[in-house]
């Protein structure tokens, strides 16, 4: 069964009725089967290379003894002793006895100097052992934070062992040694810049050293499994669940998401009731689910607000909203959330910039996400994020291609890309539209052109009639430049509509004989298209939910075909994507139908546009 719902004519409502009510009940199954499932596509953890500024750090600058005063003062004799020969040269001649002399005093000085200078930095490294094994035991009773730092014996001598087992020891201590101030994870973890206290670090939470003599090897404690969760997910019939935890962020995007959610909530009710139905036999345990549109949160998500409300792209929005809607049918335990400080809390992070790995084990059997999320997540994650990261599910508009996937691959084979080379498995990647199946289809739900509740025998012919009006797919004004004459050709056939943002002082750059309403909200967007017979595409945006929509309540599609297809090679919007595809690769035309359904149409030149002429023809038909 397809997972959405084409429309193969105009009129033909009462074919495709029956259909479209399924269209949430595949939804629900095929996320089920394809996220839900297999959480862990494979368990193989590697160990990244900690970065952070490099920055020396010699200890504590307490008192150093008399032994610093005593070399400043032999320093201080030897520059008096430089500064008398350098004023005598001009005016004495010297002897060569006086030469061996001076000689053999400025030998016995430079050796008794090198012996004092070594004999003051073992005391000052003798001193600042000392000094931190009182402060690890000067409280008999930890506080909370004390409770993750890594304690030595009062009277431990460490020296970094040599296992062949742990063959990067020696270079993480060398590491540490030079950068562990930074990031302030490594104090909170009880480094303090001793070789005991980086070995007990190395050894008990990032596991690249042995373990220390006398204690027992256990697993860091971020390897943990958390207590299994033996209870069942059931079907739900309500979806209080999830207004209740996104009720919790607020926004324009997040609006967005709930008025979806609320206007298909009968939809997804009655698709939940029909999966009860048929899965009576069939128990799935009950699973804890984070959502993290990374790309709504911090600095990124500031921008992309801004943009729903002024004509920018919603289709990722509409994914996330059908995906929440479905896992909370599904009866799992979701948590949304779109803030970074938010995340760091809920995955248990170090306090820091992210250099060491999460204080506990990860409680969340998926994390749903994008790909700003994902650097978020290894930027708070360190070590564990590659232990966890068959957790992670990718929402990828776009999909991501093998070969841009592996940051090795892609580079010796030239694939250039700003947002692959993550090393996942393709099938996290979790896709609009089915591209390549490499990547999981993920989908979105598509509208219905009849309404659930009305029975075929109900409909009255004037119900759902179609006025000759066509509406164009593009929100913005530069996506109109250079289109006006192709424009033109079909409002001299069918009244034209548009749904542009307009910013408020200014004059419109629309031509005249289009009649634009504005961005409208969803509902009325949907009304505008229930009355449209051609959805008109301007080239640009490539694709989206609202062509599918549009076809889906009896709309013909119109899309320019550019020669050559766009794509990296040619075009900055598909720059940086990792993805060789090409923008015509005719997904609707297979996968909606026969034309007139579909129609691509081939300019020649910059602006003329004389094949849609020929369809103009076609839509007097309609």
């Known amino acids: ?141 930890p506080s909370s934070h004390d409770e993750h730092r890594l304690h030595t014996g009062p009277s431990e001598k460490c020296e970094v062992p040599i296992d062949p087992a742990y063959p990067v020891c020696a270079e993480k201590v060398e590491f540490l040694r030079a950068r562990w101030q930074s990031d302030r994870c490594y104090s ?4 303090d810049g001793t070789t005991c206290s980086i070995l007990t670090y190395l050894s008990q939470i990032e596991d690249f050293c042995p373990p220390r003599l006398g204690r027992n090897h256990s697993a860091p404690p971020w390897h943990e499994k ?22 919790n962020s607020s926004g324009p995007a997040i609006n967005f998401i709930r008025s979806r959610v609320e206007r298909m909530s009968e939809r997804w009710i009655q698709a939940g009731l029909r999966m009860r139905q048929r899965s009576n036999k069939t128990v799935s345990t009950l ?43 599904l009866g799992h335990k979701l948590t949304f959330s779109t803030s970074q400080q938010q995340l760091q809390s809920l995955i248990g992070a170090a306090p820091g910039q992210g250099s060491c790995p999460i204080q506990r084990p990860l409680t969340f059997d998926l994390i749903y996400t994008d790909y700003h999320g994902l650097a978020h ?17 990718i929402l990828d508009s776009f999909g991501t291609e093998p070969a841009f996937n592996l940051g090795s691959y892609a580079r010796t084979h030239g694939y250039k890309t700003l947002w692959g080379s993550w090393g996942l498995q393709p ?26 509740e009305v029975r075929e025998e109900e409909l009255e012919a004037d119900t759902y009639r179609k006025d000759r009006i066509a509406v164009v797919y593009g929100k913005q004004d530069y996506m109109w430049q250079g289109k006006s004459d192709y424009v033109e050709v079909i409002s001299e056939v069918l009244e034209t509509h548009a749904t542009v943002y307009q910013t408020p002082g200014r004059a419109s750059n629309l031509p005249g004989f289009i009649r634009n309403h504005g961005l409208l909200t969803q509902e009325r967007f949907l009304r505008l298209l229930r009355r449209a017979k051609v959805f008109v ?34 075009n900055n919007f598909y720059k940086g994507k990792p993805t060789t595809r090409q923008t015509q690769d005719r997904l609707l035309q297979h996968r909606a139908g026969r034309e007139p359904l579909v129609s691509f149409l081939q300019p ?19």
């Open 1 to 141: 069964m397809e997972r959405f719902q084409l429309q193969e004519k105009t009129d033909g409502f009462k074919n495709t009725s029956r259909r479209q009510r399924h269209n949430s009940t595949f939804i629900i199954e095929h996320v089920a089967l394809t996220g839900i499932c297999n959480p862990c596509f494979d368990s193989e953890i590697q160990h990244p290379v900690n970065r952070g500024p490099c920055m020396l750090h010699y200890g504590h600058a307490g008192q150093r003894g008399l032994g610093f005063r005593r070399l400043a003062l032999r320093l201080e004799a030897l520059s008096t002793q430089v500064q008398r020969l350098s004023r005598e040269r001009d005016n004495t001649q010297l002897t060569r006895d006086d030469l061996s002399l001076l000689l053999q005093s400025f030998r016995h000085d430079q050796q008794g100097l090198a012996r004092l200078v070594e004999r003051e930095l073992k005391r000052v490294s003798q001193r600042l052992d000392q000094l931190s094994r009182q402060h690890h035991h000067q409280s008999d009773t």
């Open 188 to 191: 909170f973890y009880g480094v």
């Open 226 to 247: 958390p207590h299994p969760y033996t209870e069942k997910a059931e079907i739900r019939t309500s979806l209080s669940p999830l207004y209740e935890v996104i009720s």
């Open 287 to 329: 699973m804890r689910v984070l959502l993290y549109p990374g790309a709504l949160a911090g600095s990124v998500g500031q921008h992309f607000e801004s943009m729903v409300e002024t004509g920018g792209p919603l289709g990722e929005l509409v994914q996330w909203a059908d995906l929440s809607a479905c896992l909370t049918i």
């Open 377 to 393: 997540l290894q930027g708070t994650m360190g070590l564990a994020f590659l232990h966890y990261k068959c957790r992670f599910r």
């Open 427 to 452: 099938l996290q990647y979790m896709t609009m539209f089915p591209h390549t199946p490499d990547n999981s289809f993920l989908g979105f739900v598509s509208e219905e052109a009849v309404k659930q």
């Open 537 to 570: 595409g301007l080239g640009f945006p490539y694709e989206g939910p609202a062509p599918i929509e549009a076809i889906a309540l009896g709309c013909v599609f119109l899309q320019p075909r550019f020669d050559p297809p766009h794509s990296s090679d040619n």
């Open 604 to 622: 020649v030149g910059s602006t003329l546009w004389p094949s849609a002429g020929a369809s103009a023809v076609q839509l007097r038909r309609l």
